[in-house]
Antibody, heavy 121, light 110 residues
Framework: QVQLQQSGPRLVTSSDTLSLTCTVSGYSISSGYYWGWVRQPPGRGLEWIAS???????YYNPSLRGRVTISADTSKNQFSLKVDSVTAADTAVYYC??????????????WGQGTMVTVSS | QSVVSQPASASGTPGQRVIISCSGS????????VYWYQHLPGMSPKLLIF???QRPSGVPDRFSGSKSGTSASLAISGLRSEDEAEYFC???????????FGGGTKLIVL
């Protein structure tokens, strides 16, 4: 059974960097699929942030490009997200998830537990 | 503002049939499969419908999905109180090279 376990601080100070890690068990992240981050601000819909493929290729939502970095550590079977220069607008529940691409790209079949990150001033 | 549009809310009484719509564009829904998720407060989203109309094992046949052109819909028949949740659609977007999501529809069972 594939499981994703998120870790990282729930409170980040404005202008600092938000860092989250997703540890995968039951499947090797270098074996296939895309591994991504999605967030949901309070009262709003889900927004895709970034994804990394099994071969290490990265994709970013243009609305966040320049502030976001996604990376993977295959030795630990983890992938991570960093968001620089955070503001109150980055306050959201952050999820990591496994998904496909193309026709199956909308299938996020395994999700992390979610982390409510609050940006404080 | 989401790339894919959904009504903010929908409602129905127990036993009724409710339909939730999802409208996108040629770069997402028009070109790729649509997926539907049920999202309960404090939980991670649960896959409800995959490849437009297929149900994962364990999802009741009260839930059904369809797609036509750049739009899709989720139908829930025999509405139950436990169906009260947020529902959102998702599809791959070829221009973004990432998934896009509808804004979510909060279903209220009266």
């Amino acid at each position: 059974q594939v499981q994703l376990q998120q870790s990282g601080p729930r409170l980040v100070t404005s202008s600092d960097t938000l860092s989250l890690t997703c540890t995968v068990s039951g499947y090797s992240i270098s074996s296939g699929y895309y591994w991504g981050w999605v967030r949901q601000p309070p009262g709003r819909g889900l927004e895709w942030i970034a994804s990394i493929t099994d071969s290490g290729k990265t994709y970013y939502n243009p609305s966040l490009r320049g502030r976001v970095t996604i990376s993977a550590d295959t030795s630990k079977n983890q992938f991570s997200l960093k968001v620089d220069s955070v503001t109150a607008a980055d306050t959201a529940v952050y999820y990591c998830a496994r998904h496909g691409s193309g026709w199956t790209g909308g299938q996020l079949d395994v999700w992390g537990q979610g982390t409510m990150v609050t940006v404080s001033s | 503002q989401s790339v894919v549009s959904q009504p903010a809310s929908a409602s129905g009484t127990p036993g009724q049939r409710v339909i939730i719509s999802c409208s996108g564009s040629s770069s997402n829904i028009g070109d790729n499969f649509v997926y539907w998720y049920q999202h309960l407060p404090g939980m991670s989203p649960k896959l409800l419908i995959f490849r437009n109309s297929q149900r994962p094992s364990g999802v009741p046949d009260r839930f059904s999905g369809s797609k036509s052109g750049t739009s899709a819909s989720l139908a829930i028949s025999g509405l139950r109180s436990e169906d009260e949740a947020e529902y959102f659609c998702a599809a791959w977007d070829g221009r973004l090279s990432g998934p896009v999501f509808g804004g979510g529809t909060k279903l209220i069972v009266l």
